[in-house]
């Protein structure tokens, strides 16, 4: 089933890295964001779920394994990519913007690992703070997403883009773009977030020292 997920997690990225998202459709903010949700909603946990008991020889960075600190590392590679002038630099440069996505990878994988290896220890505080890590992270999608959406001016750019086969205002498109965050990066991490802390909830370890 690990190895499933991890091959599935990698046929995602091929998708989003080798389809139109980042190539034909590059000018448009909801592609972007679309493909930044693939990469770090969808592709992230899945690597992560094939990858959460390897170790492949290598020792573990312990600052790193932490969910507070690796949601926080999330925060600020999604924060700092979208600010208009970096977004501006990833439409002009292909090396900048597979540095951005390479960011959203790495970000991706060290919050997903250190929240469900934290998870899978056992114990009611490090269980509690995998859950926490992905909840903190719904938050500051949502957040982001929001003001995104919710722009009395276009961000990134201006004038008509085409995508998936339709011709937007560079206001509609920064809309569809915040809403994607929120129904997909949002959504998923909130799901997460709860799915562990409903595992914190049923330990039979706690049940027994509740007792």
């Given at each position: 089933m690990k190895r499933l997920a991890f091959y599935a997690g990698l046929l995602v990225l091929a998708l989003i890295w080798g389809g139109p998202l980042l190539t034909t459709w590059r000018d448009s903010f909801a592609a972007h964001m679309l493909a930044h949700m693939g990469v770090v909603a969808v592709a992230s946990p899945l690597l992560a779920i094939g990858l959460a008991d390897a170790r492949f020889g290598l020792p573990?960075?312990?600052?790193?394994?932490?969910?507070?600190?690796?949601?926080?590392?999330?925060?600020?590679?999604?924060?700092?990519?979208?600010?208009?002038?970096?977004?501006?630099?990833?439409?002009?440069?292909?090396?900048?913007?597979?540095?951005?996505?390479?960011?959203?990878?790495?970000?991706?994988?060290?919050?997903?690992?250190?929240?469900?290896?934290?998870?899978?220890?056992?114990?009611?505080?490090?269980?509690?703070?995998?859950?926490?890590?992905?909840?903190?992270?719904?938050?500051?999608?949502?957040?982001?997403?929001?003001l995104l959406t919710l722009s009395p001016r276009p961000l990134y750019g201006e004038g008509e883009i085409s995508c998936f086969g339709l011709v937007l205002s560079a206001g509609r498109d920064q809309e569809i773009g915040g809403v994607m965050m929120l129904l997909i990066g949002a959504a998923v991490y909130l799901a997460g977030g709860l799915f562990l802390l409903g595992g914190v909830l049923r330990d039979p370890a706690r049940e027994g020292g509740a007792s």
């Open positions: 573990e960075i312990p600052v790193l394994s932490s969910p507070l600190v690796a949601s926080l590392i999330d925060l600020v590679a999604v924060w700092i990519w979208h600010a208009p002038a970096l977004r501006e630099a990833v439409q002009q440069s292909a090396l900048v913007g597979a540095l951005e996505q390479a960011s959203f990878l790495g970000a991706g994988l060290i919050l997903w690992l250190a929240c469900l290896r934290r998870s899978g220890e056992g114990g009611l505080l490090r269980g509690t703070a995998g859950a926490f890590g992905l909840l903190f992270t719904s938050v500051h999608m949502t957040l982001l997403g929001a």
